[in-house]
C-alpha cells in the first residue's frame, strides 16, 4: 500500500481534468474580455469623423459661402469679412442632421423646425443654443477642421471666426 506522502506526490486523474477544465475555463473568459475589449475600443480613421478633417484649401471658400463637408459632418461658413467657421451639422435641440437651406439662407432643422443663421445662431425653434464649432487651423493653404473637439457656445462671437 501507498502512503499518505507518495499518494500527496501523484496527482490524480481526476485533479488532471479539474485543472485541465479550469485552464479551459480561464483562457475562454480571457479571449471573450480580450474580444468585447476590442469591440468597445473606438476607432478613429486618420481623415475622418472624430479626428482632423482637411476641408479643401482656402481659396476653395469663397466670402458668403456655405460648404457642407460630408465626411467630417460639418459646415464652412465662409463669412463675408473672409473669416471661417467650422460648424457641426448637428442640431443642438435632439441631434438631427441640419441642412442649409439656401433659398432661405438659413440652417432649418426638419424635426422641430430650428433656425440657425450663417454664424449658426438660432433664430427660432427649440434649440437651447447655436451651433457647436469645431476648431479650424489653416495648414499649408489647407482648412484643417479637428472633429474631435467639438466646442459648445452660448452665443456668436466674432472671436470664434478664424481670419484667413
Known sequence: ???????????????FLGFAWAASLVGLVGQAGAALFQFF?????????GSKVVAGKVNEF???TISHVQKGRFYISSLEDGGLLAMWHKCTHLGCTVPWREDEGVFHCP????IFTTTGEVVSGPA????DLFPIEIVDGDVVVDTGKPIQRQSFDPSQVTKV
Do not use: Q, T, Y
Not at 506522502?5 to 490524480?12: M, R, V
Not at 475600443?41 to 469623423?49: M, N
Not at 437651447?128 to 451651433?131: G, S
Open 128 to 131: 437651447p443654443r447655436p451651433l
Open 62 to 64: 469663397k466670402p458668403g
Open 41 to 49: 475600443k473606438p476607432r478613429v480613421e486618420e481623415g475622418a469623423f
Open 111 to 114: 424635426c422641430h423646425s430650428s
Open 1 to 15: 500500500m501507498l502512503n499518505k506522502k507518495n499518494k500527496k506526490e501523484k496527482l490524480s486523474r481526476r485533479e
